[in-house]
């Protein structure tokens, strides 16, 4: 897989595209920047939920609920470690406790 394009790159090409000339297309400019125009376009609609011009989640906030829920798993995990270990230090006792007497 590709290496992704730079932001900055991403930004600037997206500026040219809302800023172009009458008469040039999108299929024009992308390929002027060696894209295709259907990043470009995926590119354009990025920016626009960034914006809040088009409803979507931000990128930002789209990291930040990858990593709360990367978080959540791990938690989950953890826990049904502790429960775990909480039954068998249970059952644990309740043998130690029935043999002993």
């Known amino acids: 897989m590709p290496a992704p394009y730079p932001q900055e790159?991403?930004?600037d090409v997206v500026a040219v595209a809302r800023g172009r000339e009458p008469g040039t297309t999108l299929k024009q400019i992308a390929?002027?920047?060696?894209i295709s125009e259907g990043t470009l376009l995926n590119?354009?609609?990025?920016a626009d939920v960034e914006e809040g011009v088009r409803?979507?989640?931000a990128s930002d906030a789209a990291e930040e609920l990858k990593q709360l829920r990367r978080r959540t798993k791990l938690l989950e995990q953890?826990?049904?470690?502790?429960?775990?270990?909480?039954a068998y230090l249970s059952q644990a006792n309740l043998k130690l406790g029935g043999s002993g007497k």
């Open 9 to 11: 790159f991403r930004d």
């Open 31 to 34: 390929e002027d920047f060696g």
């Open 43 to 46: 590119w354009m609609k990025a």
């Open 55 to 57: 409803p979507g989640m």
């Open 78 to 86: 953890e826990n049904e470690v502790l429960r775990r270990a909480a």
